[in-house]
């Protein structure tokens, strides 16, 4: 969450459109008192910015080794002979330009909302929880508190940056634990 809120408090433009959705939901009475996980899967840019975040700064940071098995394999067109560990990072996958466009470094939340089928390849390449047999297995209750209580914050409070010029700061252990991200909030008025 930390991730999400520096980057789109930290434009303007983006924060902007994100209130924008979020209040304009909440006044045609689309958003209960209490956020439901339907009714945030129906906010789209809200959505696309929590991919974006979760993109660029994936919660693990170390990688799960796994060995090559007996006879070798072959990755990308390397030969690695057997015992050899390897593994796949999220951070580097998340960053890939070929998938993720020329862009990849970027914080770009509309490149999830511009072509469907694209989003749907970029989507087969998040890693933000692991993959396969080892999806993280807290994945859907880290979602659902996301998906509930980022929105509400935005629809309830106004928040700003204290030093919009620091960027944040990540520590990587097998978690990257995040910190640096200072804000001013203040309870909106409807």
Known sequence: MQSFFWHVLHDQHIWSTLVFEILSAAQAGELSEQIQWGEAQHLRYF?????????IRPAVGLNITRLIPKGGAEIDGLQLPEGTSVAVNGWVLHLDRGVFGDDAHLFRPERWLEDEERAKRMERYMFQFGGGAHLCIGRNM???EIN???PRLIRDYDLKLVHPDRPIQANATFFVVQSGLEVYISKRKF
């Open 47 to 55: 959505q696309a910015c929590l991919k974006e975040a979760m993109r």
């Open 142 to 144: 880290a979602l659902l």
């Open 148 to 150: 509930k209580v980022i």
